[in-house]
């Protein structure tokens, strides 16, 4: 199998096998930091201040650009990018399930702020030295913005968790809702999953990920003296898609796809 | 508090003050004083709280040292609140 650790600079030099769970993957990306970022920019009015809200919108366009680069990449694998942005239906978006509500209260987004940007960000680090060229060429930018998010992050989490008995049970209660998707969101240790790792397309799957995806947020429970919030490290993979990394018949709410479609002002497009 | 931000374009550049944010602390300032003025490209940047600085002179004050030469006469016992 040498023939698959070959550097591919298309899609098209991948095995049909690995093209479909890139692809998948890439998919998955985008769909999650397109909601991402429509999360982020809901918040650039009403955080807690002004500079904050800065923020929401400063990371609301970073995780939009994102979106867009991935969504550019699929062209490759024979997509219709333009259909693919505006043209689908809530239930046919693979966005993680973590975002697949609008976060109820600033601890909430924070906490997604903290560990699903996290869980992201880890997904794009096992990918920066990919052996599909053209997505380990988009990596590092990415991941260089992400620096910040994480800053923001982690740094409103030890604020909140600071600011007294209420503010700490609100952010533990809103991490306890997130880490379980996220650890299941990296999937099984299956023949897919590791098809991809043994090209080299991926430098960790499955388990690994949620081995690195715990050891970093256990650093930032640390700091809020929350040890010990992930039980079961086995998640329970028995309603999991592993092409859409959810659990068929869930999706995030219609109203923000809408937005996304842009359904309001497409008499306006003018091309 | 208040935080004052430096940048500049280039290494060897003054540093040049580019305006001021408020944030609890330290670590939010610098993600703030990032997301708000990341719109050019900068070489290096800095914050300061604004409490921190310590004031050399001011004309207007003129109590420790003597304005600059050349200064019109008068000005600095001019009194001011």
Known sequence: MSTALREAAKAGELTAEQREAVRDLILVLADSKRLLGMR???????????????????????????ARLLYALLKDFGEDVDALEHGRTAAEYRSIEALDAEPGSWPE???VNAFVDLALTLQFEALAESNYLPLR?????VIEEERFHAAHGAAWLRRIA???????????????????????????????????HDASLIDAVGSDMRSRYVERAAALLRDIGGAGAFG???????????????????????????QIRGDRNREFLMD | MIYEIFARKSRGEPLRHIG???APDDDLAK???????????WFDMFIVQRERFIEVFNRLDAAEFEPAAGEPAGESATVHT
């Open chain 1, 162 to 196: 600071a600011s007294g008995d209420e503010g700490h049970e609100a952010m533990k209660t809103a991490i306890a809702a997130i880490t379980p998707i996220v650890l299941r969101w990296f999937g099984p240790d299956s023949n897919r999953a590791n098809a991809i």
């Open chain 1, 137 to 141: 060429q988009r990596v590092q930018k």
């Open chain 2, 31 to 41: 993600v703030y004083a990032f997301s708000t003025y990341d719109e050019e490209k």
């Open chain 1, 232 to 258: 079961d490290l086995e998640p329970d993979f028995s309603t999991f898609d592993e092409a859409t990394r959810r659990t068929p018949g869930t999706s995030p709410d219609e109203r923000t796809i809408t």
């Open chain 1, 40 to 66: 982020y920019g809901n918040w650039m009015l009403g955080a807690p201040e002004l500079e904050a809200g800065i923020a929401c919108a400063s990371m609301a366009q970073d995780e939009w650009g994102h």
């Open chain 2, 20 to 22: 001021s944010l408020n």
């Open chain 1, 109 to 111: 987004l924070v906490a």
